[in-house]
């Protein structure tokens, strides 16, 4: 009797054969302006990548492509990294920029947001 759990054959490429795994980070938001936002999250960033942050506010929710500019490891007991982050105004149309500037008013306020970013390319 064999303990293979394998349903198909499988294959070792001879070379050249590459891949990029994304994911689903979640992140804090340290601050946030019109045109972009300061994160910290758990895993290294890589600046100059693009992926998709979704901004989500008591009342609104906001899906928008940003640009990743700067990342650093922060100090202390947990791995944490700060993170600067671009809006790709090309991306955002009216009822985007609509659902930025309610976000923008409750961040003026005090209100929590919080932050998920899709796409990330895991390093």
């Known amino acids: ?7 198909a054959d499988r294959y070792q490429p001879s070379s050249g054969v590459m891949a990029r795994i ?9 601050n946030i302006s019109e045109s972009g936002a300061l ?18 506010a008591p009342g609104n929710e906001l899906k928008v492509s940003v640009l990743v500019t700067r990342c650093k490891l922060l100090l202390g007991e947990t791995r944490t990294y700060e993170a600067g ?8 149309d009216a009822e985007s920029k609509s659902a930025l500037e309610q ?9 929590p947001l919080s932050g998920v970013l899709k796409g990330v390319s895991s390093s």
């Open 103 to 111: 976000i923008l008013e409750k961040a003026k306020k005090g209100r």
């Open 85 to 92: 982050l671009e809006f790709q105004e090309s991306d955002l």
């Open 39 to 56: 994160i910290r999250t758990s895993q290294a960033l890589v600046p100059g990548t693009k992926c998709e942050l979704r901004l989500v």
């Open 22 to 30: 994304r994911t689903i980070v979640q992140a804090e938001i340290c």
């Open 1 to 7: 009797m064999t303990n293979e759990r394998r349903h």
